[in-house]
């Protein structure tokens, strides 16, 4: 386990006092609320691209969820490589060690800068990434000049994720949900523009929305680097400069991103796998298919909220030296998100039908995305206990038991689940939901267990 050691805060591990339930409720939820807005504005994008193309007809939904797929694999890679910048961050204010978050952001933005060239490098043959994965034969071109552009916006995207984090283990989230909700904003007037050819604009379809995408994350890259060039303390936090080529900080926050990477990365593949199986049997699942799950990435923007919240708070714990705070902090987390899911899913399966609407008029889509939605809304419950957990030891630090709970839950249970009955057997989306259910239950069961014995003996993580 790598973190920042800040002064010692008393004798032993229970010398510190804990905190009230009351206060980690407070505190979490204050936290939680601007990054679950941050969070949702990232996917209402891709919520919105979704519409616009919906619009057009099946064929232009299945371009986005065919180019989408890649980038977002590994859009989300990236991040989680990123991830030790929060977790240094939060036990590095915890202990008082301001500057020492100066030093995580600067790593950060370094590793982000560099992975998102290569990746958009990676997504320049995009054509014949659709072809690899063997996606139906009419979304190879639409789909293609789509990734082409979506993978230009993956640097600004990753560096934006780097500010955001430092922000968020300072205890400072607003400034990035009001630059990702007025993100949303643009992204939306460029879609009106680029895809259905308004303001004298050709109607570009999926390569519209990819466009509008990518304009806007650069946009948010702009504004949350000038916020932090211009914040009234940033000489406190030593934020600049801006990148860091210390070599000691980047081998911290790689040591803690690259199995979190591999595990975020192992479950998005498992989701999207899904996304490309249902494209196995046909448009019309393929449509479906990612209509799904993209509304299931927006609700879990919920889940990412208390998730980073539970990872700040209990790094904030470990920086405190507090085993009291530190249990605390993440179970109260756990209880909130289970509230929230079950909330979400009972509207989910009252709305299914409205929802459906929203994504697709098609009338072969539309039977098939409202049973998926009704049953996506158990999903919901388990995904968000699992992420919430994650978040508590990413927040510990504790990345290599979790790697592993995640690589037996997605990549053993939940792909071949999904193959034998989804594919194979030909039961289709409600199938493959079922699959990505199962694969959900068992990360859930894992990391419940490993966080329950982690705080029970947490004099390590000081140590």
Request: hydrophobic residues 55%.
């Amino acid at each position: 386990m790598t973190s920042f050691r800040g002064p010692a805060t008393g004798g032993g591990p229970e010398s510190v006092p804990t905190l009230p339930i009351a206060y980690h409720f407070r505190r979490t939820i204050a936290l939680a609320l601007p990054v679950m807005a941050a969070r949702a504005g990232l996917v209402i994008m891709f919520t919105v691209n979704a519409v616009f193309c919906g619009f057009q007809g099946t064929g232009a939904l299945a371009d986005l969820g065919a180019a989408a797929i890649p980038q977002v694999t590994l859009m989300v890679v990236g991040v989680g490589l990123l991830i030790g910048t929060i977790i240094l961050t939060a036990q590095a204010a915890g202990s008082g060690n301001h500057a020492q978050c100066g030093a995580a952001l600067r790593g950060g933005l370094t590793i982000a800068f560099t992975i998102g060239v290569i990746f958009s490098i990676i997504l320049l043959p995009a054509e014949e990434l659709l072809r690899l994965f063997q996606q139906p034969e009419s979304t190879f071109a639409g789909g293609g000049r789509a990734l082409n552009i979506l993978g230009y916006s993956l640097p600004a995207i990753l560096m934006f994720s780097a500010c955001s984090f430092f922000l968020e283990g300072i205890n400072r989230p607003l400034p990035g949900m009001v630059i990702a909700l007025t993100g949303n904003v643009i992204n939306l007037v460029l879609n009106w523009v680029f895809v259905l050819g308004n303001l004298g604009a050709p109607e570009m379809g999926a390569a519209g929305s990819a466009l509008a995408t990518t304009i806007t994350r650069w946009c948010m890259l702009i504004a949350i680097a000038g916020y932090l060039l211009t914040m009234h303390d940033r000489a406190k936090y030593a934020v600049i400069p801006w990148f860091s080529f210390d070599l000691a900080i980047l081998q911290r926050l790689m040591v803690l991103g690259l199995p979190l990477a591999f595990a975020i990365g192992t479950e998005t593949a498992c989701f999207n796998l899904m996304i490309y199986m249902a494209g196995w049997l046909g448009t019309t699942e393929l449509a479906t298919m990612y209509a799904t799950i993209n509304f299931t990435s927006f609700v879990y923007m919920l889940t990412l909220g208390l998730s980073t919240a539970a990872s700040v708070r209990v790094g904030n714990a470990i920086g405190r030296r507090s085993a009291g705070d530190l249990r605390r902090a993440g179970w109260v987390a756990v209880a909130v998100e289970f509230a929230v899911m079950c909330l979400m899913a009972g509207v989910t399966v009252l709305l299914a039908p409205k929802i459906a609407g929203a994504y697709s008029q098609d009338p072969l889509v539309l039977p098939l995305l409202t049973a998926a939605l009704s049953l996506t809304s158990l999903l919901f419950i388990v995904d968000g206990l699992q992420g919430v957990l994650m978040g508590a030891l990413r927040g510990a630090a504790d990345t290599l038991i979790p790697t592993i709970v995640y690589v037996v839950s997605f990549a053993v249970v939940g792909i071949p689940l999904g193959y034998l009955i989804g594919f194979q057997q030909g039961a289709g989306v409600p199938a493959l939901i079922g699959s990505l259910i199962a694969a959900l239950v068992v990360a859930t069961l894992g990391l419940g267990w490993r966080f329950h014995w982690l705080s029970r003996r947490p004099e390590g993580l000081w140590r």
